[in-house]
């Protein structure tokens, strides 16, 4: 039976038991779902409400149609010897060329789709889908593989310290794809097809958009999902981390050395164990007894405090028992409903600890009242939401039970949910310009302003390169705020010549990147636990010639501001991230498809970071259509062409397009 219900303007199609409905989901896009019996409009997603818009449909024996401006999409009624099945066709709306297509599984079983019954109505759906030779896919989060286009990987769709999973992606082919479902699984984009597999769910639900430009689809995405706020101007300078700084004392000796040797500084950072026990969500009174006059005397400096918020909760924690006891901790399937080890302060081995279910609106409300009573009326503004992926340990998502449904079906938000915490808190408390520095996030993070950063990553060169990467296909996810820790996370001897170099290469990228953040432990490492702080990692700890080469580049960022602030905002408005793969601004140049090191910040600049060590040279591919100015030299280039320019190591290879007036040089 096939069901057009123009009246509300959506093509339904049932066969057999299973149900598809297409409907218009914002412009130039539908939004897909097909279930058993009925399809259901209260299972979680990112998916906002859209905005109405015009579209035609039509139906015939054998299929029917429906079109929403630039994409079209198309339902036949294919008769097998097991049945009829129906298959889908997305095209372009008005040259009606394919853009994706269903691809049966098999000639006589199964079809396109896949369902596989567990208890209560859930069970595991297969979407799959043609594979085009000449495709190149982008986007789909943030992942360590070290691939930007990631055609022929398999990608688990699940939420690792690292490994950010946003289930969307930008094609080549012109279309972008969202599998709207926050549950675990996977996505095989292999030679021979496409699928999206969901270990445990009641209903499939994906979005599609045809903006043409991958601009366009992004902008499409950000109306879908949610724009993010305007980042405040504060949040584009430098940011001072280390592993930990131990106390107040110590915190601000930092700051007062930065301020006496005169160096740009914006934000420094309390990390954890600063709290009595794990989830009290407040200073440690012991090691930080003024934290009002802290943070007046930075403010004083021009700096902000960033505070790290962790969402997991010791037993030993002031909020435990009430949390417990009224349902705010993600609770077990089986087995009794803690997490994770951890070793907390006054407590001499590692306990079991729980997390607190964000999914729940009494649990986002009673943490957001903790932090607003000990950090945000303190004078907080910045949080830094750590292990919000959450971080499992061992990783058994599909025991969870959270709020909002099972693990395995909504346990990939809970970094969304984690920030929508803080962000409507702030929001209600009359503040629109509270930044959140997040390790995970998932589709739509990005308007509860979340900030994400690439996790605890190596300290090597080929890390860098991952990051370069991992980086651009979070900008294509949806997420134009973005840092990495500068020198990696894990490890780093300050004494080391070669990680010096690996350093000021890595500062010189970081300069370029949306947020701009030196974290990490550094040698000497130190054994886990509340008395850890790691070796030094401030500016100054690497010697004097490094200190002189990062200087210039915090000098570099901070004639830069004024030109990111203006990309933030139009990252605000329409969803273009500021730093994006060349294909971005150049779609019809090819080799800008295939370049995976360089990028564009903005409209008029391409960065070509250093990635190796003991260079002083690189070639830079320039996309057509624009003349290309070296920033440094003033030595003009045609678009179309290789560059090999000199890359000292006092500098990083940056071109202006067509006379573009950034101030990059001092």
Known sequence: MLESREDERVLEVRVRHEVIRIEPWGRDSLRVRVARHRVTDDVPGALLPPEPVAVDTETGRDGGRIVNGALAAEVELVPTDTGVVAVLTFRRGDTGEELLAEQRAHFWW????????????????EQRFHAYEDEKLFGLGQHPHGRLDQKGLVLDLVQRNGEVSIPFLVSSRGYGLLWNMPGTGRVELAENGTRWVADSARQIDYWVTAAGTPAGILERYAEATGRP???????????????????????????REYERRGLPLSVIVVD??????????????????????????????????????????SPLSENFPTMRDHGMLVDTERGVPVHAPWHDKGFGTEMPVAFHDPTNPRAREFVWQRVKRNYYDKGVRAFWLDACEPELQPGHPHNLSFHTGPGAEVVNMYPLEQARAFHEGSRAAGDEAVVLLCRSAWA????????????????????????????????????????????????????SAEYR??????????????????????????????????????????????????????????????????????????????????????????????????????????????????????????????????????????????????????????????????????
Request: hydrophobic letters at 40%.
């Open 501 to 666: 170099e690996l350093l000021v290469r890595w500062f010189q990228y970081g300069a370029c990147c949306p947020l701009f953040r030196l974290h990490g432990v550094r040698e000497p490492r130190p054994s886990f636990g509340p008395d850890m702080t790691g070796g030094p990692n401030e500016v100054w700890s690497y010697g004097e010639r490094t200190l002189e080469l990062v200087t210039e580049t915090l000098w570099l960022r901070e004639r830069l501001r004024p030109y990111l602030g203006e990309l933030m905002r139009v990252a605000h408005e329409t969803g273009l991230p500021p730093m994006r793969p060349l294909f971005v601004d150049f779609p019809h140049d090819e080799r800008a498809w295939r370049t995976e090191d360089c990028f564009m910040l903005g409209p008029d600049l391409l960065v070509a970071p250093v990635l190796h060590p003991g260079r002083r040279v690189r070639e830079v591919p320039l996309p057509e259509g624009a003349v290309w100015t070296e920033a440094w030299t003033g030595t003009e280039h045609t678009g179309g062409t290789v560059a090999r320019v000199d890359a000292p190591l006092e500098r990083i290879p940056v071109f202006l397009r067509d006379g573009a007036e950034v101030p990059v040089r001092g």
């Open 229 to 255: 706020p305007l980042l405040p101007e504060w949040a584009s300078g430098f940011w001072q981390s280390k592993l930990r700084y131990r106390d107040q004392r110590e915190l601000l000796s930092v700051a």
């Open 110 to 125: 199964p079809g396109p789709r896949l369902f596989l019954g567990q208890d209560g109505g859930y069970g595991r759906w």
């Open 272 to 313: 954890f164990f600063h709290w009595p026990h794990l989830g009290d969500w407040r200073f440690d009174p012991d090691e930080w007894p003024d934290p009002e006059g802290m943070i007046r005397e930075l403010a004083d400096m021009g700096i902000r405090l960033l505070v790290s918020v962790w969402p997991s909760v």
């Open 444 to 495: 739509g993070s990005q308007r509860y302003g979340a900030a994400l950063w690439s996790g605890d990553i190596p300290a090597t060169w080929e890390s860098l390169r991952a990051q370069v990467r991992a980086g651009l296909n979070t900008a294509l996810s949806g997420i134009p705020w973005w840092t990495t820790d500068i020198g990696g996370f894990h490890g780093g001897d300050p004494d």
